[in-house]
């Protein structure tokens, strides 16, 4: 198993009072045949009296066979952003990992995945105007991610 909490506060005067709390929380419990892993972040951000943040994301797994070159996984996520308008979103799929290279804490992997998303939206105005008009969209995305941590 693996904890790892960590919280930072900014706060500035002068020209641009602002005040920003950033905080993540993240691990992984298992063993070398299935593993959980969580991250969550929550951001908070207010210039003067505006709140121009307030986001939570949270990325859960569940992986078959971690420690192997090929692994598959199954994956949930949450997602709010004040920014971009989204009252609410969440992913559901599944997909694989194939790990470059994993030595200890370092690795570098590329996965691709298959989801079905939801997004409800505070807004109804969108870029592509396709969406135009309704406060909700359903997709199924393909997920391509590269990742990699090298400890000193």
Do not use: C
Request: aromatic share 16%; no cysteine; net charge positive.
């Amino acid at each position: 198993y693996d904890l790892h909490l960590a919280s930072t506060i900014i706060l500035t005067g002068g020209n641009l009072e602002r005040v920003v709390s950033q905080n993540r929380l993240w691990g992984e419990i298992g063993n070398n045949t299935i593993q959980f892993v969580t991250e969550n972040s929550y951001r908070y951000g207010k210039n003067f009296s505006r709140i121009v943040e307030n986001d939570i994301l949270t990325r859960n797994y569940v992986r078959f066979f971690p420690n192997k070159k090929f692994y598959g996984f199954v994956l949930g996520v949450y997602e709010d952003n004040f920014k971009r308008s989204i009252e609410k979103r969440w992913q559901l799929g599944g997909g694989g990992s194939y790990n470059f290279f994993k030595k200890k804490k370092d690795f570098l992997k590329t996965s691709l995945a298959m989801v079905f998303e939801r997004s409800k939206y505070k807004d109804s105005i969108f870029n592509i105007t396709h969406y135009n008009g309704s406060f909700t969209a359903e997709e199924i995305r393909g997920i391509i991610r590269f990742g990699g941590v090298h400890t000193i």
